[in-house]
């Protein structure tokens, strides 16, 4: 009985893999802001770790100029995501709603994109991987949905067609 119960934990253990967890010594050397000033906007984001180790993507999104959104984008290298479905985040957001973007190959111009809500509360939220659908610049491409063995870059974007102040809390992205 011991032996099926360690065979169990082990199994739960090995369905997942993480791809950031946040805490007091994390490197946010390969998160990067980019916001709408890339194109003339004005709103501005900020990522940083808070006293409690969970990093904060705060800001203000502006529509001047033609602006209207923030991002937060992190870029690594391949990792292999064959045996996963589902993207997980545990967050904590403001009652705005996100975007949850991935990118197969950091250098292709378009990424694959799913929108989530936020209550104000801690959550978990689960996306499935196929269920991302490919943009560029806001506008849905005619192609499939996310189909790739690999990942490098993923994305948080707010981008709600009006000015906002938005914060959004990031404890753990991992796929299962």
Known sequence: MKTLILTLILFAFMTSITIFQFNNTSNLDNW???DDVVMGGKSN???QLNEDGRAVFSGDVSLENNGGFSSVQYTFDA???TNYKTVCIKLKGDGNNYQ???KKDQSDYYSYKKEF???GDWQTIKLQLDSLQPTYRGRS???PNFNSNSIEQLTFLIANKKP???KLVLDKIWLE
């Open 164 to 166: 906002q102040s938005f």
């Open 117 to 119: 809500n936020t209550n």
């Open 45 to 47: 984001g900020n990522f």
């Open 141 to 143: 491409l005619d192609i």
């Open 79 to 81: 990792l292999d995501i």
């Open 100 to 102: 949850f973007r991935l």
């Open 32 to 34: 990067q802001i980019v």
